[in-house]
């Protein structure tokens, strides 16, 4: 089969297409007919030597792709030859097969073309296990979300509204914040010239619990760390995804225990494989 690879930290132009083997299922995985793949910031980090795959996943690029089942190995009961998934990988999207362990497919949603289904497991995933797993979003409690005009601020907006809950969002211009209230957000900031904290705050200022976000989801890490702590309400839950603002800052543990708060970081790719097994147990 051809795969994607980096034939060396730099621009598109390093991308270079390779001859490898047909991947073959062992327990509990399924070779996938790769239909499509998606560009994560993560894949642009990658490609420029930044963000280099966790020990034992594959060296070809792509975080998550769609396409069809084309052999299933032992153990593997949900899967069929045949069918059509999408799914979540530690890598090796940007190819004509991919091998991946079962638990980490998902169907395709009805109503979702082939090719679109190729760009749902990482927001999917990040936002379900982030914001409603990690941090316990409830309906009626107001959610911020930073860069909200992005892959995955787009996706948490949409599902928080959907359940039920206040969206406040950061973008960029002013443009990405018409964006952002299309899709749910009844707050918004722009980062570029206004206080997001002072915003958020002024518009939750009646809440009986006391103004702020119960819940912020933060790509920016360092940079916003203060920021972030300042605009959670009591009880709230400062989950942290990204580093695009660093990953060393200071932190006020005082501000965290009057406000009996909690900050909480994660990341999908440094997680152990969900074979059909594991899946399983953990459904
Ligand atoms: N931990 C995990 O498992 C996991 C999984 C997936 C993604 N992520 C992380 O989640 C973040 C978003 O990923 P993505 O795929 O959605 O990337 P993306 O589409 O490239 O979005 C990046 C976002 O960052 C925003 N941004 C830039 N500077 C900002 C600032 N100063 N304040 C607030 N927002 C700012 C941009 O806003 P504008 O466009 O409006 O400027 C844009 O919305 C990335 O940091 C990525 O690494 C983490």
């Given at each position: 089969?051809?795969?994607v690879?980096a034939t060396?930290?730099?621009?598109?132009?390093?991308?270079?297409l390779?001859?490898?083997?047909?991947?073959h299922p062992?327990?509990?995985?399924?070779?996938?007919?790769?239909?499509?793949?998606?560009?994560?910031?993560?894949?642009l980090?990658?490609?420029?030597?930044?963000?280099?795959p966790?020990?034992?996943?594959?060296d070809?690029?792509?975080?998550?792709?769609?396409?069809?089942?084309?052999?299933?190995?032992?153990?593997?009961?949900r899967w069929?030859?045949?069918?059509?998934?999408?799914?979540?990988?530690?890598?090796g999207?940007?190819?004509e097969?991919?091998?991946?362990?079962?638990?980490?497919?998902?169907?395709?949603?009805?109503?979702v073309?082939l090719?679109?289904?190729?760009?749902?497991?990482?927001?999917?995933?990040?936002?379900?296990?982030?914001?409603?797993?990690?941090?316990?979003?409830?309906?009626?409690?107001?959610?911020l979300v930073?860069?909200?005009a992005?892959?995955?601020?787009?996706?948490?907006i949409?599902?928080?509204?959907?359940?039920?809950?206040?969206?406040a969002?950061t973008?960029?211009?002013?443009?990405?914040?018409?964006i952002c209230r299309s899709l749910?957000?009844?707050i918004t900031?722009?980062?570029?010239n206004?206080d997001?904290?002072?915003v958020?705050?002024?518009?939750t200022?009646?809440?009986?619990g006391g103004?702020?976000?119960?819940v912020?989801l933060d790509?920016m890490?360092?940079?916003?760390?203060?920021?972030?702590?300042?605009?959670?309400?009591?009880s709230?839950?400062?989950v942290?995804?990204?580093?695009?603002g660093g990953?060393?800052a200071?932190?006020d543990?005082?501000?965290?225990?009057?406000?009996?708060?909690?900050v909480?970081?994660?990341?999908?790719?440094?997680?152990p494989a969900?074979?059909?097994?594991?899946?399983?147990e953990?459904?």
């Amino acid at each position: 089969m051809r795969a994607v690879i980096a034939t060396e930290p730099g621009g598109p132009d390093v991308l270079a297409l390779q001859e490898r083997p047909d991947p073959h299922p062992g327990p509990g995985e399924v070779v996938l007919e790769v239909a499509a793949s998606a560009v994560n910031r993560a894949d642009l980090l990658q490609r420029q030597g930044l963000y280099p795959p966790p020990p034992g996943a594959s060296d070809v690029l792509g975080l998550e792709c769609s396409g069809t089942v084309r052999e299933v190995g032992h153990g593997v009961e949900r899967w069929r030859v045949g069918d059509e998934v999408c799914a979540l990988l530690a890598g090796g999207g940007y190819a004509e097969q991919v091998l991946v362990p079962a638990g980490q497919l998902m169907a395709v949603p009805a109503g979702v073309d082939l090719v679109t289904a190729a760009a749902l497991p990482e927001v999917a995933c990040t936002v379900w296990s982030n914001v409603f797993m990690v941090a316990g979003l409830q309906p009626g409690e107001t959610l911020l979300v930073h860069g909200g005009a992005g892959g995955i601020g787009t996706f948490a907006i949409q599902l928080a509204a959907a359940v039920g809950a206040v969206v406040a969002a950061t973008a960029g211009s002013a443009g990405k914040l018409e964006i952002c209230r299309s899709l749910g957000a009844s707050i918004t900031a722009d980062y570029r010239n206004q206080d997001f904290v002072e915003v958020v705050k002024e518009a939750t200022r009646d809440r009986p619990g006391g103004p702020g976000a119960d819940v912020v989801l933060d790509n920016m890490g360092a940079a916003y760390l203060g920021r972030n702590l300042d605009v959670l309400a009591t009880s709230g839950r400062l989950v942290v995804i990204g580093m695009q603002g660093g990953s060393r800052a200071e932190l006020d543990l005082g501000t965290l225990m009057r406000k009996r708060a909690a900050v909480i970081a994660t990341t999908l790719r440094a997680r152990p494989a969900l074979t059909a097994r594991r899946s399983h147990e953990t459904a």
